[in-house]
């Protein structure tokens, strides 16, 4: 007997929430902001706009199904299941965020604040979530299959991520290392840089397409779905010992981009939750390329 889809609310704290928790009372915390020069009742109509959100899906989930809840920083410790069905309410990036830890559950984006939010990945509102639902767990569902990317350490550390990934220092060190990437004109070189940005199409609307503008580059930005990945070293520094030949490039699949540490420590982290890092250190290789795992977003 199979077991009833599950529903899963992912939400994070907002930011009057914080400013309770910081603060203590309403009125505390609209004392700080005008200090600022804010008001609170922007903040705290925000907050009801999702806590309304967070009550329609919720009540949208079939009375059949079972149903759980998970706030964002709890989003490492909470054991996602192959009949899951992902609702996430909020924000555009709280979707990258929850697709780390997920191996193929449909996820349905829930806007909290249209017009604030672009609404790339949370594409929907709250009232057409009964039948986002029932498409989603439904054979075949309409999604898109978004590339995410990977990085393996040869110690079995693994991380993956929607939109980047980031090695480098976990300071404003330089970070040493040694580099190669598959497909390349050369065999690989030693580098000293900020850090290195691998990212996938649909990250090709922040963090990688600012680097792509700065260089100027003539490689295309991929899709969201493609099978494609850009490159791009940060500020890497030409010295007697290091290099600045492989400064970009491409990837695609079963292609792989090879970092090999030459420092005390380097720190590996997606879609800026550097609180969840890999940690590496001397004479440690990581592998990066497209994952296995796809997003399947409800289109």
Same mark, same amino acid.
């Given at each position: 007997?199979s077991?009833?889809p599950?529903?899963?609310?992912?939400?994070?704290?907002?930011e009057?929430?914080e400013?309770?928790a910081?603060?203590?009372?309403?009125?505390?915390?609209?004392?700080?902001?005008?200090?600022?020069?804010r008001?609170?009742?922007?903040?705290?109509?925000?907050?009801?706009?999702?806590?309304?959100?967070?009550?329609?899906?919720?009540?949208?989930?079939?009375l059949q199904?079972?149903?759980?809840?998970?706030?964002?920083?709890?989003l490492d410790r909470?054991?996602?299941?192959?009949?899951d069905?992902?609702?996430?309410?909020?924000?555009?990036?709280?979707?990258?965020?929850?697709?780390?830890?997920?191996?193929?559950?449909?996820?349905?984006?829930?806007?909290?604040?249209?017009?604030?939010?672009p609404?790339?990945?949370?594409r929907?509102?709250a009232?057409d *979530?009964?039948a986002?639902?029932?498409?989603? #767990?439904?054979? +075949?569902?309409? @999604?898109? %299959?978004l /590339?995410?990317?990977?990085?393996?350490?040869?110690?079995?550390q693994?991380?993956?991520?929607?939109?980047?990934?980031?090695?480098?220092p976990?300071?404003?060190?330089?970070?040493?290392?040694?580099?190669?990437?598959d497909? *390349?004109?050369?065999?690989?070189?030693?580098? #000293?840089?900020? +850090?290195v940005? @691998?990212? %996938?199409g /649909?990250?090709?609307?922040?963090?990688?397409?600012?680097?792509?503008?700065?260089?100027?580059?003539?490689?295309?930005?991929?899709?969201?779905?493609?099978?494609?990945?850009?490159?791009?070293?940060?500020?890497?520094?030409?010295?007697?010992a290091?290099?600045?030949?492989?400064?970009?490039?491409?990837?695609g699949?079963?292609?792989?981009?090879?970092?090999?540490?030459?420092?005390?420590?380097?720190?590996?982290?997606?879609?800026?939750?550097?609180?969840?890092?890999?940690?590496l250190?001397?004479?440690?290789?990581?592998?990066?390329?497209?994952?296995?795992?796809?997003?399947?977003?409800?289109?």
């Amino acid at each position: 007997m199979s077991l009833a889809p599950r529903a899963v609310l992912v939400h994070r704290t907002t930011e009057y929430e914080e400013l309770l928790a910081r603060h203590g009372t309403h009125g505390q915390a609209a004392f700080f902001l005008s200090g600022r020069g804010r008001s609170i009742e922007e903040v705290a109509l925000r907050h009801h706009r999702t806590q309304q959100a967070l009550n329609d899906v919720a009540a949208a989930v079939p009375l059949q199904w079972r149903r759980s809840r998970v706030e964002r920083q709890d989003l490492d410790r909470f054991l996602f299941g192959p009949e899951d069905v992902v609702i996430v309410v909020g924000q555009d990036g709280l979707v990258a965020n929850a697709a780390k830890y997920l191996s193929g559950q449909p996820v349905v984006g829930i806007d909290t604040d249209p017009g604030r939010n672009p609404g790339v990945l949370v594409r929907h509102r709250a009232r057409d *979530a009964a039948a986002l639902l029932r498409s989603a #767990a439904a054979p +075949g569902a309409q @999604v898109d %299959t978004l /590339t995410m990317v990977e990085a393996v350490a040869d110690d079995t550390q693994r991380l993956i991520a929607l939109n980047e990934i980031y090695l480098g220092p976990p300071g404003h060190q330089t970070a040493r290392y040694h580099l190669a990437a598959d497909g *390349a004109p050369r065999a690989g070189e030693a580098q #000293a840089s900020s +850090g290195v940005l @691998v990212g %996938t199409g /649909t990250g090709a609307t922040g963090w990688l397409r600012s680097l792509w503008l700065e260089r100027g580059s003539e490689l295309s930005l991929p899709a969201p779905s493609d099978p494609r990945l850009l490159w791009f070293v940060r500020e890497a520094w030409p010295s007697p010992a290091t290099g600045t030949s492989l400064v970009a490039g491409e990837l695609g699949r079963g292609q792989g981009l090879e970092l090999t540490v030459e420092s005390d420590r380097l720190v590996v982290f997606g879609d800026g939750m550097e609180a969840d890092a890999l940690e590496l250190t001397w004479g440690q290789t990581v592998r990066l390329g497209i994952c296995a795992t796809s997003l399947r977003l409800a289109v």
